[in-house]
Every structure is written in C-alpha cells, then in structure tokens.
C-alpha cells in the first residue's frame, strides 16, 4: 500500500495559492481520517486539517478562512486548497491517512511563501 503525494508544493508569493494532494493505492479496505500535518523549520509538526470518512472537518484556527481541505473517496485523494498564503505558512506538508487500520503517512511537500 502506498500513500503518496500526486500533486506537491512549491514556492509562492504572500498572498498567492496552491493546492496539494495525496492518494492512496494499492489494496483498500478501508480509509478513515484523511488529513495533513506541516512542519516548520525547528518546530513540532502540527495538525492542518482533517476530514473524517462521513465528512466532519477539523482545521486549525491559523488557516480557517484560508484553507480547505477535501477528499474524494472513489480516488482515495485528499487534497488541501491554500488561498491568502502567508510566510508563516511555509513548512513541509505532510498527508495522513488511516487506512485498512493503519496510519500512513506521505513523504511530505515543500511549501515556502516569500514575503
């Protein structure tokens, strides 16, 4: 089973947008929470959003308004919509899974905002 970034990060201006994605594949039985953690320079990692398998959405308050996040369970794809970025958003982006009972995790994305 794999659980792998489709469509990654970049570098952008403040105020700009990008959009990642992970999938999974392989054998499937199951996907709960989907979500995506970031990890800044000499900081924890830390939870960005997730969405449960029936849709309920946490996100944390630094990026409510600004970010969404989504799935699509015919693909096993979560994807997370960054509008409005910020510097402060700049880390590596990480998505998780909890699959066939287990969790995933994705290699993790650069995403770097210049001011």
């Known amino acids: 089973l794999r659980f792998s970034c489709r469509r990654g990060g970049g570098v952008v201006q403040a105020g700009g947008s990008l959009r990642l994605s992970c999938a999974a594949s392989g054998i499937i039985v199951s996907i709960s929470t989907m979500g995506w953690y970031r990890q800044a320079p000499g900081k924890q990692r830390e939870l960005v959003a997730r969405i449960s398998s029936d849709g309920i959405i946490n996100i944390v308050d630094s990026v409510k308004g600004r970010f969404t996040i989504s799935r699509d369970s015919a693909k096993n794809t979560v994807y997370l919509r960054m509008n409005r970025l910020k510097p402060e958003d700049t880390a590596v982006y990480f998505c998780?899974?909890?699959?066939?009972?287990?969790?995933?995790w994705g290699k993790g994305t650069q995403v770097t905002v210049s001011s």
């Open positions: 998780n899974g909890y699959i066939n009972g287990a969790n995933y």
